[in-house]
């Protein structure tokens, strides 16, 4: 029987990789039985989706600079 730390693993990997049919059926016998296991699939897919969201935007933000954390300039100005 599948433990809630081997469950959150394999949720975790099915979104880089097809899981085997072994793998499935295990997952599926977990998530029917425990609610925090479904719970974090469901927000795992919810936070997949707003990211694939939020890439996809043209809102024009620039993510902060990791070394300072000021906005980069995405490219302008970079001469100065």
């Given at each position: 029987m599948m433990n809630c730390k081997q469950a959150t693993r394999l949720l975790s990997e099915r979104m880089e990789r097809e899981l085997s049919p072994r793998e499935?059926?295990?997952l599926r016998?977990?998530?029917m039985m425990c609610r925090g296991c479904r719970n974090f699939g469901?927000?795992?897919g919810t936070l997949r989706d707003l990211a694939k969201a939020y890439a996809k935007s043209d809102t024009g933000h620039q993510p902060p600079?990791?070394?300072d954390g000021s906005a980069s300039r995405g490219g302008e100005n970079e001469d100065r």
């Open positions: 499935k059926f295990g016998v977990h998530l469901r927000q795992m600079d990791p070394v």
